[in-house]
């Protein structure tokens, strides 16, 4: 499609441009339409509005295609790792043997947090979220790189600033882990590698590496993989705001962590555990709760099922399913949660609520399962998705520094509160 869409108002017509994607995806640019017509559009909850042009992930919802950079993900799982697929969403190439050697040690020089940091962690109360810890951290840890926040060279040093987030969100994450549960801090060990060096960090005892199971390690790198980038959703919608407005990487990663902790975004993982507990409690088999979930008694859903954009499956859910079936079948766990998880599945899969509504597992449904059989706490789901997810908002910030063409980011609203009245003193209000 090319050419103009005409717009129809009060009788005057407005041509407006037509925006064609590299595969195909079309949008109408309505940049002009206040400064010619005075109407803004309205789309609450932007599932109709693109709000930037971008090169790095592509979605087909309606065929469950995802793609990083134009590799397909099932390729990506398949074929590639956590941090050579960072650097391909980071810098938009797959690195040479030479670029991935040098991001690599990138991540090993960065690994380490600055020591000052410790003392942030010891003024969270026990009782603190892992995704509040992050966020602060962080946020907190800019403090530590005047270079980043301001200076000429901010730019030059990207690559510097990038590896080191990349590193040290995992580092701040097994700290916080190992805070929440008093245990005593491990440091990175240069030997392993980025996934492993998370289960280090995280399980490890001051004088016993933890012995490493390459099914797991598979496993989470698959993780932080398929949760790598995802083109538009709330979290880097979030980044690229906030570093619409020229903050610094680490800031507009906090705010990115922020808007992932919730439910119906990040936190859908931690959800569907704690779904899974309370049918438990309640003795329930999960065909109680599925019944309230399509009566929609107190407004119940089926969490880890369902998504904005994925309308027949999720690519990622069918990759992540396969190896959550390996884990299971290698640790030969018995739980009641994942009993009740897999009857779940089978029934709402089979279920006409679900499928005329196009309500399949998501990704989360899985990963979830998983990170439970290895021992990964509950409250440590979302964390384990901001840790996948930062080279994909890092990649989101760097376009949006480098886009000549960027602006603050700055929506309009339909106002709808009360129109001009007069202050009316304390004592003459009713
Ligand atoms: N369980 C039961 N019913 C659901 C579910 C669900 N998980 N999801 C949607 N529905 C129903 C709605 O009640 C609605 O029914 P109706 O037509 O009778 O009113 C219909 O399906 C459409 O629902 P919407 O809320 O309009 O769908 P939307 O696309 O806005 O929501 C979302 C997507 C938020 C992911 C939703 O499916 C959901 O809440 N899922 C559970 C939470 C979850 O797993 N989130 C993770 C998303 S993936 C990620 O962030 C990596």
């Given at each position: 499609?090319?050419?103009?869409?005409?717009?129809?108002?009060?009788?005057?017509?407005?041509?407006?441009?037509?925006?064609?994607?590299?595969?195909?995806?079309?949008?109408?640019?309505?940049?002009?339409?206040?400064?010619?017509?005075?109407?803004?559009?309205?789309?609450?909850?932007?599932?109709?509005?693109?709000?930037?042009?971008?090169?790095?992930?592509?979605?087909?919802?309606?065929?469950?295609?995802?793609?990083?950079?134009?590799?397909?993900?099932?390729?990506?799982?398949?074929?590639?790792?956590?941090?050579?697929?960072?650097?391909?969403?980071?810098?938009?190439?797959?690195?040479?043997?030479?670029?991935?050697?040098?991001?690599?040690?990138?991540?090993?020089?960065?690994?380490?947090?600055?020591?000052?940091?410790?003392?942030?962690?010891?003024?969270?109360?026990?009782?603190?979220?892992?995704?509040?810890?992050?966020?602060?951290?962080?946020?907190?840890?800019?403090?530590?790189y005047p270079n980043m926040v301001s200076g000429k060279?901010?730019?030059?040093?990207?690559?510097?600033?990038?590896?080191?987030?990349?590193?040290?969100?995992?580092?701040?994450?097994?700290?916080?882990y190992r805070k929440a549960h008093g245990l005593p801090v491990i440091y990175p060990k240069s030997k392993f590698k980025y996934t492993e060096n998370f289960l280090h960090l995280m399980f490890s005892m001051p004088n016993e590496d933890l012995e490493l199971n390459p099914e797991i390690v598979r496993a989470l790198d698959l993780i932080f993989l398929l949760h790598a980038d995802h083109e538009q959703n709330c979290s880097t919608a979030t980044v690229r705001m906030v570093a619409s407005s020229r903050a610094n990487l680490f800031a507009s990663a906090a705010a990115g962590v922020c808007a992932l902790w919730g439910p119906l975004h990040g936190g859908a993982n931690q959800a569907v555990l704690e779904m899974l507990?309370?049918?438990?409690?309640?003795?329930?088999?999960?065909?109680k709760f599925l019944t309230e979930v399509k009566n929609k008694t107190g407004n119940r859903r089926l969490m880890g099922f369902g998504h904005r954009v994925y309308k027949n499956f999720d690519p990622r859910a069918v990759i992540i399913k396969e190896q959550c079936d390996k884990?299971?079948?290698?640790?030969?766990?018995?739980?009641?949660?994942?009993?009740?998880?897999?009857?779940?599945?089978?029934?709402?899969?089979?279920?006409?609520?679900?499928?005329?509504?196009?309500?399949?597992?998501?990704?989360?449904?899985?990963?979830?399962?998983?990170?439970?059989?290895?021992?990964?706490?509950?409250d440590m789901f979302t964390v384990m998705f901001a840790i996948g997810r930062m080279p994909g908002w890092i990649a989101n910030f760097k376009e949006v520094m480098e886009d000549p063409d960027s602006r603050i980011a700055r929506p309009r609203q339909i106002y709808t509160g009360p129109t001009p009245r007069s202050y009316v003193a304390l004592d003459g209000r009713a």
């Open positions: 499609m090319t050419g103009t869409a005409e717009l129809i108002i009060d009788n005057k017509r407005l041509a407006l441009p037509i925006v064609v994607g590299s595969e195909g995806e079309v949008g109408i640019d309505i940049a002009t339409l206040r400064d010619k017509t005075g109407c803004i559009t309205l789309d609450p909850g932007y599932g109709n509005t693109g709000a930037c042009k971008s090169a790095i992930t592509f979605i087909d919802g309606e065929k469950g295609i995802l793609q990083y950079r134009g590799y397909d993900i099932a390729e990506l799982a398949a074929k590639s790792t956590f941090v050579e697929t960072s650097y391909l969403l980071i810098y938009g190439e797959l690195p040479t043997a030479a670029q991935l050697a040098e991001f690599s040690a990138l991540l090993t020089d960065n690994q380490m947090l600055h020591e000052g940091m410790r003392f942030h962690f010891e003024g969270f109360p026990p009782s603190a979220h892992p995704m509040a810890i992050l966020s602060a951290m962080i946020n907190a840890a800019s403090s530590y060279n901010r730019q030059e040093r990207f690559p510097h600033h990038a590896a080191r987030l990349v590193s040290q969100v995992r580092t701040i994450a097994a700290f916080s507990e309370e049918i438990h409690r309640e003795g329930d088999d999960g065909s884990v299971l079948a290698q640790l030969h766990k018995s739980d009641p949660l994942l009993d009740i998880a897999k009857r779940l599945e089978e029934i709402a899969l089979h279920d006409d609520y679900f499928i005329s509504r196009k309500l399949y597992p998501n990704v989360d449904f899985y990963s979830g399962i998983i990170m439970r059989a290895i021992g990964i706490p509950m």
